[in-house]
């Protein structure tokens, strides 16, 4: 398997623009994570999924975050709209049912000016 | 919400030397991983646990999952320039599934 895909790797955006970050888990994986990471706040969880249906997105930091994830081999983050703020480098993980373990695609760095 | 302590926030040390971080929360949970960040990449799994007390060892690392549940340690021995990175714990949750990160130890090697 190639691994968590993520896409694009690298995002620049004007503030108050829309932004779709996208993620294909390994295959026969059941969870998937979206997780933010920055200097001052490190690896923020921000929303999971288990069977494409969200779990948990108590991290998700304001209604201007939304994801989804349609069938399991997809899914989105997206940003509508954007402010400088957003800037982080976004990573989206994937497990398998059962195991404790996670792995991570090379994350979307963004960053909104 | 739940928390990762992870300490220390970072090291400097000279090639050779060994080195231990840890991770302590006030949650206990069912499985404790250790990745490896380098510049630039996603993190890397380097070592999971899975049961209160085991020991597991990965080439020069060795990580345990504590009695209470609660905390893990990772030791490094003999280290290398290539050692060089952030280091983090993950604890997991078995029942909500739920995988959540320590703050990470920024490690640096003097060759």
């Known amino acids: 398997d190639a691994g968590v895909i993520q896409s694009p790797r690298h995002e620049v955006t004007e503030m108050g623009q829309e932004v779709t970050l996208r993620c294909k888990p390994i295959?026969?994986?059941?969870?998937l994570f979206w997780y933010r990471q920055t200097m001052m706040r490190g690896l923020e969880l921000l929303i999971y999924?288990?069977?494409?249906?969200?779990?948990?997105d108590s991290g998700m930091p304001e209604d201007r975050f939304s994801a989804k994830m349609p069938n399991a081999s997809f899914s989105t983050l997206k940003i509508q709209p954007s402010e400088p703020r957003d800037s982080a480098v976004y990573f989206c993980?994937?497990?398998?049912?059962?195991?404790?373990?996670?792995?991570f695609g090379q994350g979307t760095r963004l960053t909104v000016v | 919400g739940q928390q990762l302590n992870q300490s220390p926030q970072s090291m400097f040390i000279q090639e050779g030397e060994d080195v231990s971080m840890n991770c302590t929360s006030s949650?206990?949970?069912?499985?404790w991983l250790w990745y490896k960040q380098d510049p630039g990449e996603g993190p890397v799994l380097l070592i999971a646990?899975?049961?209160?007390?085991e020991l597991t060892s990965n080439g020069r690392l060795t990580a345990q999952f504590g009695i209470t549940r609660k905390d893990s340690f990772l030791n490094i021995s003999a280290s290398i320039p290539s050692d060089v990175g952030i280091y983090f714990c993950?604890?997991?949750?078995?029942?909500?599934?739920?995988?959540?990160f320590g703050q990470g130890t920024t490690l640096q090697v003097k060759p």
């Open positions: 993980a994937s497990s398998q049912q059962g195991s404790g373990e996670a792995f």
């Open positions: 295959s026969g994986h059941d969870y």
């Open positions: 999924f288990n069977n494409n249906v969200p779990i948990d």
């Open positions: 949650s206990i949970f069912n499985t």
């Open positions: 646990l899975y049961k209160a007390g």
């Open positions: 993950a604890g997991r949750n078995s029942n909500t599934g739920k995988l959540i």
